[in-house]
């Protein structure tokens, strides 16, 4: 999904927060940590000597800590994905040479070189979301692997007014941005991303209820996209309005259940003098795949080795995302259910203390929206989707955060 320059300015409203938690030492002059420094450093190396330097040497540092630190992640992040940018500027992945069409070696050759890059910064994205809760990497893979683009049949007319009004918004006359989505709205009425970014020019100045009125009508009519969700809780606290905005998080993990969106919850529990204790498991090997052959067997782990086996026994069901087929076997729809399933009942009399409440979900009947919420990966993302099409496994998932994760400080 190609995001517009005015798009990627309110793109990164959502990680907005997390951008002063993770690098507000430097806002309020604090005395940076040993952490901080370090990957400071790093920084000065990528943005005065090369960017290639700075993320080795980031990796580096990184290969040196047990488990490093959220900024960490962030930092490698925001690295790769610059070094994205400039790498498809730099070979042109959608060059078209004037006046003839693409030799078809160049085309293959460009193709090539976007899936080498694209994977490479996919894979980052992945890690840092497995090994960590990094919030921009969770929004890239959204973004990059999930979202559509709901606009595809607007008309010509109306998404030249949708363009001027992008360019007004980046210069920052957002009244005649307004002016411009209202123009492309009466050519297409049910042009998703003019009602959306209207909302967006009315919360440029300011204007919350405004703003909610136009983000309602996007999440109405996408309401399987997470960015008007994440728009209207931003909306609701600031205005203060809690409780709503905390329904609104809760609703929106059903629908993209990211690190960015659990932080936006955390906030506003906050609030509540509560906070959501997911019991995440944090890892460093990726979920069961039934198409790759090749992932490691986690044989220096008994247990995690119980859960990789785990694919192998219903192999033959699964379909290519990991969904089974009813079968005399097991019950389980979805294989990382089946595998955490299969693991945790392996080892009953040895379970790690870390496991414990993943047991105790499998006892209350709970464990899918504990794998599909507190171990979410985008590895997951189809198992979990076909998961929340059904209503009754929405609300059951609404009830499993309610009861089970929201905790009193």
């Not at 309401?223 to 309005?241: G, H, N």
């Not at 986690?298 to 080795?305: M, R």
Request: charged share 30%.
């Amino acid at each position: 999904m190609q995001v517009s320059e005015a798009s990627h300015m309110k793109i990164w409203r959502v990680v907005a927060v997390m951008a002063i938690m993770t690098l507000g030492m430097n806002a309020f002059g604090q005395k940076m940590t040993k952490d901080e420094k370090q990957i400071t450093k790093c920084w000065k190396t990528f943005k005065t000597k090369s960017q290639s330097k700075g993320i080795a040497k980031l990796e580096k540092y990184m290969s040196k800590q047990e488990w490093p630190s959220l900024l960490a992640y962030e930092s490698l992040v925001k690295m790769e994905y610059v070094n994205f940018k400039r790498n498809a500027k730099m070979f042109g992945f959608e060059i078209k040479v004037e006046g003839e069409n693409n030799d078809s070696l160049t085309q293959t050759f460009q193709d090539m070189l976007e899936e080498i890059y694209r994977t490479r910064f996919l894979n980052v994205c992945r890690m840092s979301t497995m090994e960590s809760t990094s919030p921009s990497a969770d929004i890239y893979l959204r973004q990059m692997i999930v979202d559509v683009d709901p606009d595809t049949v607007v008309s010509e007319k109306g998404a030249e007014y949708y363009s001027e009004a992008e360019e007004f918004f980046i210069n920052r006359d957002f009244e005649l941005a307004e002016l411009n989505y209202r123009k492309a709205l009466k050519q297409d009425t049910s042009y998703y991303k003019a009602n959306l970014y209207l909302g967006d020019s009315f919360w440029a100045r300011h204007e919350f209820d405004s703003a909610l009125v136009y983000y309602k009508i996007a999440k109405q009519m996408q309401p399987d996209l997470l960015e008007p969700r994440i728009y209207i809780i931003d909306a609701l606290v600031e205005q203060e309005l809690f409780y709503r905005a905390k329904k609104e998080c809760i609703e929106a993990l059903t629908v993209y259940p990211g690190h960015n969106v659990k932080f936006k919850l955390q906030r506003v529990l906050y609030i509540e003098n509560k906070f959501m204790n997911e019991h995440r498991l944090n890892r460093r090997f990726f979920p069961n795949d039934i198409e790759d052959d090749e992932q490691p067997m986690l044989e220096a782990n008994l247990i995690w080795a119980d859960y990789r086996k785990a694919k192998a026994e219903v192999s033959k069901y699964c379909n290519a995302d990991g969904i089974i087929e009813e079968n005399g076997e097991t019950e389980d729809r979805y294989l990382e259910v089946y595998s955490i399933r299969r693991m945790l009942e392996q080892h009953m009399d040895d379970l790690p203390e870390p496991l414990h409440f993943a047991d105790k979900m499998r006892g209350e009947g709970f464990l899918e929206p504990y794998v599909f919420v507190s171990l979410f990966h985008i590895d997951i993302y189809p198992q979990f989707k076909d998961y929340m099409s059904d209503e009754a496994n929405r609300l059951k998932t609404i009830d499993f955060i309610e009861k089970y994760l929201i905790e009193v400080i």
